[in-house]
């Protein structure tokens, strides 16, 4: 964070610091309202695109185990993107895991969001412009695969 404003760096520690409490470290990822699904003793539900950005701030405060929690999280991510050549979902993420597959006729908005292609794609790209190095090429390798099928899986 050394490289951005005062203003910028202490928005991105703000939300970093409101987003830990989201944070399920034996999924890798951010879950959607705890309190909820702890109250109705429910497994919680956990957000794809939420966690990938949790991952990009993580990158950016590189402190303590940042960097291990971050590489994580993309690979918990990269786990969900729907690799169907063919239908009108490929190349899109899960909004959740488990997450129900699209059926063969998916409607668009309901079995999936077309959108999560470039709001997770965007964020692998932002990922691996600003820390390729800090990486393990395998995961990069994943990244760059992803964001390939996040681009063909969009419509003409």
């Known amino acids: 964070m050394s490289n951005m404003t005062s203003f910028a760096?202490?928005?991105?520690?703000?939300?970093?610091?409101?987003?830990?409490q989201f944070w399920d470290p034996p999924a890798a990822l951010l879950a959607l309202e705890p309190e909820v699904k702890a109250?109705?003793?429910?497994?919680?539900q956990h957000s794809v695109r939420n966690s990938l950005w949790f991952?990009?701030?993580?990158?950016?405060?590189?402190?303590?185990?940042?960097?291990?929690r971050a590489q994580r999280v993309i690979?918990?991510?990269?786990?969900?993107?729907?690799?169907?050549?063919?239908t009108v979902y490929h190349g899109t993420f899960r909004r959740w895991p488990g997450e129900p597959r699209p059926p063969a006729e998916a409607l668009i908005w309901?079995?999936?969001?077309?959108?999560?292609?470039?709001?997770?794609?965007?964020?692998?790209?932002?990922?691996?412009?600003?820390?390729d190095t800090?990486?393990?090429p395998a995961l990069a390798a994943r990244m760059d695969r992803a964001?390939?099928?996040a681009v063909v899986g969009e419509p003409p």
């Open 9 to 20: 760096a202490s928005l991105a520690r703000a939300s970093l610091a409101w987003s830990e």
């Open 39 to 44: 109250a109705a003793n429910t497994a919680p």
């Open 55 to 68: 991952a990009l701030g993580l990158m950016l405060r590189n402190e303590g185990d940042d960097r291990a």
């Open 75 to 86: 690979a918990a991510v990269l786990d969900n993107q729907y690799d169907t050549p063919g």
């Open 110 to 131: 309901r079995d999936y969001d077309p959108n999560w292609r470039q709001f997770v794609g965007t964020t692998l790209a932002l990922l691996l412009e600003e820390f």
């Open 134 to 136: 800090a990486l393990p």
């Open 147 to 149: 964001i390939q099928l």
